[in-house]
């Protein structure tokens, strides 16, 4: 008995009647039921969610943006959600209407865009205190769960979105004043040098000031030398008018008696004419030169001031009218008229040459001087009171000299604190033009270093700053959808089911031909090789309804029927082995098997996210590596890695094959359980 007759055999049984054909044609058509309609009806959920209802409320009442325009960023977000049609958009007047659907099932979520959505937008760029704008989503498991992932991509894509445009616009006005900073240091630079100008020539002015006012410090120092020489003539004269008022007092004193000694004031009238004369020729001298001193003086007073006066109107101190002014005010109370002192010694001596010439008189006559002693006696008393009237205006002059010393003094003092305070004024001129040009100069580089971008630098800038980080996607291979996303996971689960589903009709082993002596690894094959046809056939379908009726479109179609072929026939040598080495608790084990494929082969989540006990299932059972090289040859990814695959799935048959065989040899001894299993499924 060969392996095709024995495989034939168990076909014929299984296509003897109407019956078994329709059970082998709905066999066939299991893998379909599970993986062609699954993918069909998950091949674009996301291209459908334009059917789901969402509500959508804007309370949003706008903002004026911080260069005067108007923000109503809420209605541009409403209103881009609408255009773009991902969802089938509500608008709803309240809260309370928004929530009560998503609560009821009316609607599957809920997106509240708040009244101060576009103030709080508008904050950043018046930097003020910044608020972020919040967009308000209500979701309910209990409508979908992953339903809330999807509003969450929405969402984030959303705000990703507004916050970009409104960056965009801060990042702008940030930098539209940094040119204007820009400008204006480049303004205040240019003041900080004319003002650096000016300082320097009010440096020069104060400079020339300082000299003058040391011209007049000294000025004002010679004025008081002068003034002390002044007063001490004054007090000389003080002094001698003192001394002449005493002598003729006692003149006075000794010539009342003149009448009784007439007689002898004729004999020594020679004498007194004589002393006479000296005495006149000395007042007389005296009062030239008093009146010489007096008019040196004072135009040696006036020549000072002058100077003075000059001096001052070319330091810019005073006006020309000014010193004029001031001169006239000095000739008016510095009259060249005599002063009362030497208008007294002018009289005194006048007096004195009468009284010489009465000596005269007397010394040729002296008959005469008798009769004229009461005459002479009164002139005297006369001298007398005149020379009383020179001591006190020889007094009142030295006190009018010690005040006019005291002005000068206080004149010196004053022009010493100007001088002073032009020396500071010279010092603090140039300490300011210093800075001034320090400062000129620090406003010149620091404008160089504030950033000046014109309108394209300024747009540039204000995009990269409002989303600084862009990010690059190379797909080296790419699902077309969702569907096609999870195809190889479902193809190949739905290939395992439906091999798994031909062990409920078909025997994995025949008893005749246990009955036969053929040799165990025939009877193995034979008994394989029914679940491979109807396998391969399971797998062609599949292949073609997905490619062609669900527009697949692989990279690499023909190695991805390859690939499924190769898939069912390791499937199916696994499955018919493990059943016919177990028998009936075998579907059990196949079923397991099933499961744990499910969770550990990678179809969904990557396996490495599953616990580490299931790592080990991925790498010992064959599901994981068909889905890894279904993903190869459907996106058009490396195709190095698909003959391991192959020759593995081969070493998977292999497998299958001795299980089949151990079975065969197993069975070809009956027993009682042979013939009266414990259980059947």
Known sequence: ?????????????????????????????????????????????????????????????????ADGTRLEAGRKVADSLVDGHVFNWQAVSSAETADEGVSSGKYAFALKIPRDFSANLASPGSFDAANQAMLNVTTNDANNYLLSTIVDKLTTAVHGTVAKEVGEETANQLLTGFGTIHTQMLKASDGAKDLAGGISSLHDGTASLHEGTTGLTNGAGELVAGQRKLLDGANSLNAGAGQLATGLGELKDKTAGLPADSQRLADGAAQVAAGNAALNSKLQGMAGQMASAEQAAAQAQRAKVAASNDRLVAAAVITRQQADAIMADYDAHTSPTPSPAAAALKGAATQVQQLADGSAAVSSGAARIAAAAPALSGAVGKASAGADQLAGGSAQLAAGQQDALAGAEKLAGGAQQLDDGAAQLE???????????????????????????????????????????????????????????????????????????LVQAMRPVTQRALASNAPAWKIAAGGWLPFLAVAAVQASLLTLVVDVGLGLNPAHPVLMWVLMLAASMAFSAIIQGVVALLGSPGKLVVLILLVLQLVSSGGTFPWQTTPEPLHVVHQILPMGYVVGGMRHLIYGADLAGIVPILLGLVGYTVLGLAMSAVAVRKHKFWTLKTLKPEIAV
């Open 1 to 65: 008995m060969t392996v095709l007759r024995l495989a034939r055999s168990e076909l014929k049984r299984m296509t003897g009647g109407l019956l078994p054909k329709l059970t082998i044609l709905a066999l066939t058509l299991v893998p379909l039921l599970y993986g062609a309609v699954y993918l069909y009806a998950n091949w674009d959920p996301y291209g459908n969610l334009d059917q789901i209802d969402a509500a959508l409320l804007v309370e949003d009442a706008g903002a004026d943006s």
């Open 427 to 501: 010092t603090g001129a140039a300490k300011a033009s210093d800075g001034a040009g320090t400062l000129a100069g620090e406003l010149s580089k620091g404008a160089g270093k504030v950033p000046n971008p014109d309108d394209t630098q300024k747009n540039s800038l204000a995009k990269v700053m409002a989303d600084p980080v862009a990010v690059s996607n190379v797909s080296q291979a790419k699902a077309g959808s969702y569907g096609a996303g999870l195809a190889p996971f479902f193809l190949t689960l739905a290939l395992w089911i439906g091999i798994f589903m």
